[in-house]
């Protein structure tokens, strides 16, 4: 039982406790305060709005998937160039003062055709004005299934439209850090690097034969029968594309969409004839190039049977990337409607290519 003394002090003990939790509360709030108010305001992903004049943003590599979709959403565009690691070297001020726009450019790294199309759709979502979108066709993945997704760590709560969950964003200490390292550096005399710099990795990587010899594994020969592209195959590949490119390309007829095969390296199409999948992929590319040239607002281009690109090793860093300057040609060719595949010349086209690259002497290559 308690003392007279005690149950004196018990009000003053209660008025203590309730005090200190308020206080810790109230702490806690501003401190949430804070680090949302300082998020929300700097916004270094571009969640809710532009980049602020006053302070210059760190932009790196790796970090597109979280910068991509503020991009589109909230800056100020007419053009988009979109694609994978192949479109990362690709210069927004080449291509503005080529086709007379103000672009941005939003690789995503290793995206399949799908996801690329429906970062694309937001775009369109958030700006109905895009006059031309530049996008590059990995070669490879003409034959992936149309739901295919390379990518599993989506940061969901930036791209989807629920409010609540923006409690990730607003309130993570990672991205407060990463708040505050922008905060430094613009203290520090950084620069919001252009788009012609961002995801840039050309001065990065080193070209020429030597690189690509380091890199490239020739497999042996495959003694399987080659593989076929079948009915199902051709089947499958019509949901691909219409899911991922040309809905969006009719949704949109007032849009034109410069659509380009990736001009791999010549290497790698030796790696197809020895692996036994250089016919399957020449009849592929022949089944979509018909199902893509029926749009009218589609302007294909292959620049595969420009020999002197493919077999320049200076232009690869490895079989698949190729470099800054080589863009700039590819968008340069474009404008001008060079390599253009249409109705009147891609059988000619695909006949000059099947011959070339059914009959080449590969072994060649790699002959001292």
């Avoid at 939790?21 to 300082?38: E, F, K, P």
């Avoid at 390292?181 to 950084?190: D, K």
């Avoid at 070209?207 to 051709?234: C, N, S």
């Avoid at 410069?258 to 250089?278: A, E, K, R, V």
Wanted: proline share 3%; hydrophobic share 35%; aromatic share 16%.
């Amino acid at each position: 039982m308690l003392s007279k003394e005690q149950r004196r002090s018990l009000p003053r003990r209660l008025t203590s406790s309730k005090r200190w939790a308020q206080y810790t509360l109230g702490g806690l709030l501003s401190a949430l305060a804070v680090l949302g108010g300082m998020t929300a305001v700097i916004d270094p992903y571009f969640h809710y709005h532009r980049p602020l004049d006053s302070v210059q943003y760190i932009m790196n590599r790796g970090q597109e998937r979280y910068q991509n979709d503020g991009i589109l959403k909230n800056f100020d565009y007419d053009a988009v160039i979109i694609g994978t690691s192949l479109v990362e070297t690709m210069k927004t001020s080449e291509f503005d003062s080529l086709f007379g726009v103000h672009s941005v450019k939003v690789p995503f790294a290793s995206a399949t055709y799908r996801e690329i199309n429906e970062n694309l759709r937001r775009a369109f979502d958030a700006n109905r004005e895009i006059r031309y979108v530049v996008r590059c066709l990995d070669y490879e993945k003409l034959l992936e299934e149309k739901d295919a997704m390379a990518y599993t760590t989506y940061p969901e709560y930036l791209y989807d439209s629920n409010p609540w969950n923006d409690v990730r964003y607003l309130f993570s200490k990672d991205i407060f850090k990463v708040t505050l390292q922008f905060l430094n550096y613009t203290w520090s005399g950084g620069l919001t690097p252009t788009f012609d710099e961002y995801a840039n990795w050309q001065n990065e990587c080193v070209f020429g034969k030597a690189a690509l010899d380091e890199k490239y594994q020739r497999k042996d020969p495959v003694d399987d029968p080659p593989a076929i592209f079948t009915e199902t195959l051709r089947q499958q590949q019509e949901e691909h594309l219409t899911q991922n490119i040309t809905a969006l390309a009719a949704e949109n007829p007032n849009t034109q969409f410069y659509l380009f095969f990736s001009p791999y390296h010549i290497y790698f199409w030796d790696d197809l004839n020895q692996t036994g999948q250089l016919e399957l992929y020449l009849d592929a590319e022949q089944s979509a190039i018909e199902h893509l040239l029926t749009y009218d607002n589609i302007h294909l281009f292959s620049f595969f049977n420009c020999h002197g690109f493919i077999f320049n090793y200076d232009n690869y860093r490895d079989i698949w990337h190729y470099s800054e300057d080589a863009n700039i040609q590819i968008l340069r060719w474009m404008a001008a409607g060079e390599y253009r595949l249409t109705k009147d010349n891609y059988l000619e086209y695909c006949r000059r290519e099947r011959e070339f690259f059914t009959t080449y002497d590969y072994d060649s290559l790699f002959t001292a």
